[in-house]
């Protein structure tokens, strides 16, 4: 089966630092992604793991333990436009589809 | 390019009638895919074409709904005999071969069943 968690809601103040967790269960795995979507919007791609070990992007940076079934999305110095759903996808054994996760509100107040 | 492009963007329906959804996709990605989402919740995968031949499809999608990429290029997703329960924004997203570039989604069509 496929069972993938993130925390549903999380809040942070401007210029703060936030960790986004995600912890995933699936038969298959292929990478894992994370995704940005703003309300109304399509989902922008963040970021994509397949090695464990932390990507870093610019303000962004994203980790993956394959051993732990575990990832975190970081994001550093925030802006209020940050404020967004974040998505955890797992790409399955396949290649030919991502899983996603319910993702995480985050609401950034200055 | 001018990214992926669904029509229409808002389309409200009685129950019972058929719609129809385009997706038009970055035209050198080889691979489609149809995510339906409602509120609250990640996109949920429906379906994923290769060119034009339709490789794999969810559990989720049942008789009622058919998807098509006749020529390798636009996709079509039909729903028939709509439910209320079909009420959802309905994502289109493309990809080239290669794992870490990712999908690129369109601003979807958000489907109202009243």
């Known amino acids: 089966g496929q069972n993938i968690d993130q925390p549903t809601e999380m809040t942070a103040t401007e210029g703060a630092i936030v960790q986004i967790n995600c912890t995933y269960q699936?038969?298959?795995?292929?990478?894992l992604f994370w995704y940005q979507q703003h309300a109304g919007e399509a989902p922008t791609f963040l970021s994509y793991n397949v090695l464990d070990g932390l990507e870093e992007k610019g303000r962004f940076s994203s980790f993956l333990s394959r051993s732990k079934g575990y990832s975190y999305l970081l994001l550093k110095e925030l802006q209020m436009k940050d404020s967004a759903s974040y998505l955890c996808?797992?790409?399955?054994?396949?290649?030919?589809?991502?899983?996603f996760g319910k993702g995480t509100t985050l609401s950034v107040s200055s | 390019d001018t990214g992926v492009s669904q029509d229409p963007r808002h389309k409200i329906t009685k129950r019972g009638q058929n719609v129809t959804f385009r997706c038009d996709p970055i035209?050198?990605?080889?691979?489609l895919y149809w995510y339906r989402q409602t509120l609250g919740q990640g996109p949920e995968f429906l379906t994923y074409?290769?060119?034009?031949?339709?490789?794999?499809k969810s559990r989720l999608l049942s008789d009622r709904f058919s998807a098509e990429r006749p020529k390798g290029s636009f996709s079509t997703l039909e729903i028939q005999r709509t439910e209320q329960g079909d009420s959802a924004m309905y994502l289109c997203?493309?990809?080239?071969?290669?794992?870490?570039?990712?999908?690129?989604f369109g601003s979807g069509t958000r489907l109202t069943v009243v």
């Open positions: 997203a493309s990809s080239l071969e290669g794992f870490n570039y990712g999908y690129t």
């Open positions: 074409f290769q060119n034009e031949a339709q490789l794999e």
């Open positions: 996808a797992v790409l399955n054994q396949a290649g030919t589809a991502l899983i």
């Open positions: 699936t038969s298959g795995f292929n990478g």
């Open positions: 035209s050198e990605h080889n691979r």
